[in-house]
């Protein structure tokens, strides 16, 4: 069993920052990529930053600049450091694990989202 864990998450001020982070667990073999979600109400579920194990990253346009991700594979955890925080970054975050090795498979999991909220 693979347990998939974001913390971080908060309330904070336009203009503040926020770092979140996500550990993966379980018998886990390898983790192909490791990437960061958001769903604002109403609003479908988008990317917000990706990274793969060779660390190879990919951001949504609207977080260039302002967000980095990183990642230490050795203890299958992932980081979104957020500067430069806006109201519209307010959002449930939510952790993807791709392609998760477990035994003679693989599997996509995800976390239970953590909320951060912006104030104006």
């Known amino acids: 069993q693979v347990q998939v864990v974001e913390s971080g998450g908060g309330l904070v001020q336009a203009g503040g920052s926020l770092r979140l982070s996500c550990a993966a667990s379980g018998s886990i073999v390898s983790i192909n990529a490791m990437g960061w979600y958001r769903q604002a109400p109403g609003k479908q579920r988008e990317l917000v930053a990706r990274i793969t194990g060779r660390g190879s990253t990919a951001y949504a346009d609207s977080v260039k600049g302002r967000f980095t991700i990183s990642r230490d594979n050795a203890k299958n955890t992932v980081f979104l450091q957020m500067n430069s925080l806006k109201p519209e970054d307010t959002a449930v975050y939510y952790c993807?694990?791709?392609?998760?090795?477990?035994?003679?498979?693989?599997?996509?999991?995800w976390g239970q989202g953590t909320q951060v909220t912006v104030s104006s």
């Open positions: 993807k694990a791709e392609r998760v090795v477990v035994g003679s498979t693989w599997y996509d999991y």
